[in-house]
């Protein structure tokens, strides 16, 4: 077995996971928990707008997550203008920082006014970042697979560029490949692909293209056994990197290739 460690940065954290995972739609808190657990990764998404706030000390998505070993990406989810998603940024900072997470600026940013087929809003998404980034932010921006727009948000000062490879929740898959493949190779950031991503064939695809990370939430926490699909996209996230480092040398054919040697056989 080869002895593989691979790292990656934000904002100088380093990581060694390349799976972030979501805390919605769980059925309760235990499947959460132990998905988080199983899956082992790097950020953990809250949604600010969604959490149930203890106050008591005990119960609760806070409470349930060691967030002393996985950083929390807070999240602007619900959002429908850049107002309200600037009012959750801070108030999920606060919270990150409540938590023993004092150095943590990172902010999952989400402004989605699109009620029916929920697609980010590019200029509210732009708006956001701009004044968030100046008030020492580091933005993880959510937007459709716009190579223009990734451009635009890395110039402005984000953390990572987050394209969805299909819409929130739906599990169709990476739908627009080749303007992901333009995003990754364009960008000089880390890029995230997020949301659309339903098996873990299709995370294993998106890191065998040269994307630095995923966030899956929908595949995991509404599949019968949660756990199991948490590991099987841990497993690959690993596959599709390890993939992508081998530099793979195929090219499509119109027709089979003997893969051993026709001549030189001793028999």
């Given at each position: 077995?080869?002895n ?32 988080i ?75 989605i006014?699109?009620d ?19 008030k ?8 459709n ?9 890395e ?16 599990n ?17 950031l880390?890029?995230?692909?997020d ?20 966030l899956?939430?929908?595949?995991i926490?509404?599949?019968e ?17 390890l ?8 090219k499509p054919?119109k ?6 040697p ?6």
């Amino acid at each position: 077995m080869v002895n593989f460690t691979d790292k990656w940065e934000v904002d100088n954290i380093c990581f060694t996971s390349r799976l972030l995972v979501g805390t919605g739609r769980f059925e309760n808190l235990e499947k959460t928990k132990r998905s988080i657990e199983i899956s082992e990764p790097s950020l953990v998404t809250v949604a600010v707008r969604r959490l149930d706030i203890p106050k008591d000390g005990g119960g609760g998505l806070l409470n349930t997550v060691d967030w002393k070993r996985i950083w929390m990406l807070p999240n602007t989810a619900g959002s429908k203008t850049p107002d309200e998603a600037i009012r959750l940024g801070f108030l999920g900072r606060e919270i990150a920082q409540s938590l023993g997470q004092e150095e943590n600026r990172f902010l999952k940013l989400e402004v989605i006014a699109d009620d029916k087929y929920l697609m980010p809003d590019p200029l509210g998404t732009i708006k956001a970042a701009d004044y968030l980034i100046k008030k020492g932010f580091r933005i993880f921006p959510y937007i459709n697979s716009d190579p223009i727009l990734a451009t635009h948000l890395e110039e402005l000062g984000c953390a990572t560029i987050m394209p969805l490879g299909s819409a929130i929740g739906s599990n169709q898959g990476l739908k627009n490949l080749e303007n992901l493949k333009i995003i990754i190779e364009q960008a000089k950031l880390p890029v995230i692909i997020d949301a659309g991503i339903g098996r873990p064939s299709d995370a294993s695809k998106a890191m065998e293209i040269g994307a630095d990370a995923v966030l899956i939430n929908t595949a995991i926490a509404a599949s019968e056994r949660p756990e199991l699909m948490a590991q099987a996209m841990k497993y690959a996230v690993l596959a599709g990197r390890l993939g992508f480092l081998s530099n793979p040398q195929y090219k499509p054919l119109k027709k089979g290739e003997l893969s051993s040697p026709s001549k030189g056989i001793p028999f």
